[in-house]
């Protein structure tokens, strides 16, 4: 008697699979429409996490090069790089020159460093230029340290740390023996107008 009732419970009668079939048609199209979007959220959110960290690594290497640059060794800057020496900590724990590049590229900003002793066993002793030395034809440890960051920016400006940091690119800057006291960098647009960062050199 118990086995009957038990075998007589087991299973689903018609009006219920009917229901729940019904039930299915109804949200699973709801669930189809829901998952793109929020994957497209996902990839937004990946993406916009991956670019804020690509900022914020490129402003501190910047910052931290451009507040040490050497004035009295030049600089050379135009609208889609900028070279120049700065004092770089060595393993002794002293500071060291470094000649320095930032180039446009076409997947960001590429940093090119050449430390002192690297630079004068490629061109010699001579005084300091702020032209990268071509190391096409050199090994991998004569190869300079070079880092790149995923940012896409407008071309550099440069000016003097009394000129607001609108003003346009100033042409005195792109000789060598001069030194910029501020320099703006606008990286891609995240929304009417684009991001700015805006930075003085503390070196006199």
């Known amino acids: 008697m118990?086995?009957?009732?038990?075998?007589e419970r087991a299973g689903f009668s018609?009006?219920?699979?009917?229901t729940a079939l019904a039930v299915a048609a109804l949200i699973?199209?709801?669930?189809?429409a829901v998952l793109p979007?929020?994957?497209?959220?996902?990839?937004?959110?990946?993406s916009s996490a991956r670019a804020a960290r690509a900022t914020a690594a490129f402003d501190a290497a910047f910052d931290r090069d451009f507040a040490s640059l050497v004035s009295a060794c030049g600089f050379t800057g135009d609208g889609s790089s900028c070279s120049f020496w700065?004092?770089?900590?060595?393993?002794s724990g002293t500071f060291a020159p470094a000649l320095v590049e930032y180039r446009r590229g076409g997947s960001g900003i590429?940093?090119?460093?050449?430390?002192?002793?690297?630079?004068?066993?490629l061109v010699g002793?001579?005084?300091?230029?702020?032209?990268?030395?071509?190391?096409s034809g050199e090994g991998p440890s004569r190869q300079p340290a070079t880092d790149s960051f995923a940012v896409a920016i407008s071309p550099f400006r440069y000016g003097k740390a009394e000129v607001p940091s609108d003003v346009p690119a100033l042409p005195e800057w792109a000789s060598p023996t001069n030194a910029p006291a501020s320099i703006e960098?606008?990286?891609?647009?995240?929304?009417p107008t684009p991001l700015r960062f805006y930075f003085r050199r503390t070196s006199p």
């Open 28 to 32: 699973l199209p709801a669930i189809v």
């Open 14 to 18: 018609l009006v219920e699979l009917l």
């Open 86 to 91: 700065t004092m770089r900590p060595s393993s």
């Open 110 to 121: 590429v940093r090119t460093e050449f430390p002192l002793s690297l630079y004068t066993d």
């Open 37 to 46: 979007r929020a994957f497209d959220a996902l990839v937004t959110a990946s």
């Open 185 to 191: 960098f606008s990286f891609g647009k995240t929304g």
């Open 2 to 7: 118990f086995t009957a009732q038990k075998s």
């Open 125 to 135: 002793t001579n005084a300091p230029s702020t032209t990268l030395p071509d190391t």
